[in-house]
């Protein structure tokens, strides 16, 4: 929603101070200088990224109409998840997971969570290393090294979406330019003509520039800018997940091992101890 409502603003402001200094905004509609940047802009986004990276993309650019993913309230589940999980190995050991980590999603345990549970990388992360700790086959700095490669890993497929819609973005002035050439072009090839109808082909072609930068500034840069924060949000989360299971390897109890974890979060979404504490409670 705020996506839409900064366009909005955006586009009242522009358009709207432009008729309100006297310009006439029917001489701002050229739709043959929109088909040149947009589609040169469209074709050299083609041209500049492989196939996985397109999917990525279009697959990330619904998400930026949506609010945050990850809230206080997911996070709060996470770590409720995490307690629980860790308590059991603290009282049952080790092998008491085994069921629970191989078939996540009929697990009772896992059922109580269910903003985590529909999250499948999340899941996984989680699996995967406690499966490594049921292993016994990884200390705690090896597993920590494993954690931050992956993670790593995982941040920078997050962040690919975020750099193809920059590189767009600082494309486009230059396509606005590449437009307003053509039309001083054409404009150069009617000189002929009365200087009324000059200037409305000089006016066009300088349209191109205009159309480019705003294009560059007002819409695209700060949508990349969108996708960063929330590939930074996700990231977030498995951070959260790698802090708590090593403090749990590394021997602290769960409680403590969670609140390494809450410690983690930014201020806005960390839940305070004693409203983590009672949820934990009404959890279990």
């Given at each position: 929603m705020l996506v839409i409502i900064?366009?909005?603003?955006v586009v009242l402001s522009v358009f709207g101070g432009f008729a309100l200094a006297g310009g006439h905004l029917h001489s701002l509609w050229q739709p043959v200088e929109v088909l040149m940047i947009g589609g040169a802009g469209f074709g050299a986004f083609l041209v500049g990224n492989s196939g996985p990276a397109l999917k990525a993309t279009f697959k990330a650019l619904p998400k930026v109409f949506k609010g945050?993913?990850?809230?206080?309230?997911?996070y709060m589940e996470l770590m409720a998840l995490l307690y629980e999980l860790l308590g059991k190995i603290r009282k049952e050991g080790l092998m008491s997971i085994e069921g629970d980590v191989e078939n996540a999603e009929e697990s009772p345990l896992f059922a109580k969570y269910p903003k985590i549970l529909e999250d499948h990388h999340v899941i996984e992360f989680?699996?995967?290393?406690?499966?490594?700790?049921?292993?016994?086959?990884?200390?705690?700095?090896?597993?920590?090294n494993l954690m931050e490669v992956e993670i790593e890993t995982h941040?920078?497929?997050?962040?690919?979406?975020?750099?193809?819609i920059a590189k767009l973005g600082d494309a486009l002035p230059a396509f606005g330019i590449v437009a307003a050439v053509m039309g001083v072009v054409h404009t150069m090839g009617s000189v002929g003509i009365p200087p009324a109808e000059l200037g409305v082909l000089i006016g066009a072609a300088l349209v191109g520039t205009f159309l480019g930068i705003l294009l560059a500034y007002?819409?695209?840069?700060?949508?990349?800018?969108?996708?960063?924060?929330?590939?930074?949000?996700s990231t977030k989360m498995f951070q959260t997940i790698k802090v708590t299971l090593l403090a749990n390897l590394n021997g602290y109890a769960p409680a403590m091992a969670v609140e390494f974890g809450r410690k983690v979060l930014l201020s806005t979404e960390r839940p305070g101890f004693t409203e983590m504490e009672a949820f934990i409670k009404q959890k279990r």
């Open positions: 900064g366009y909005v603003v945050a993913k990850y809230t206080k309230d997911n989680i699996t995967d290393y406690l499966r490594i700790m049921v292993s016994g086959n990884l200390n705690a700095m090896e597993l920590e941040h920078h497929e997050e962040m690919v979406p975020s750099h193809v007002g819409f695209i840069g700060p949508l990349a800018n969108l996708l960063e924060q929330k590939a930074d949000e």
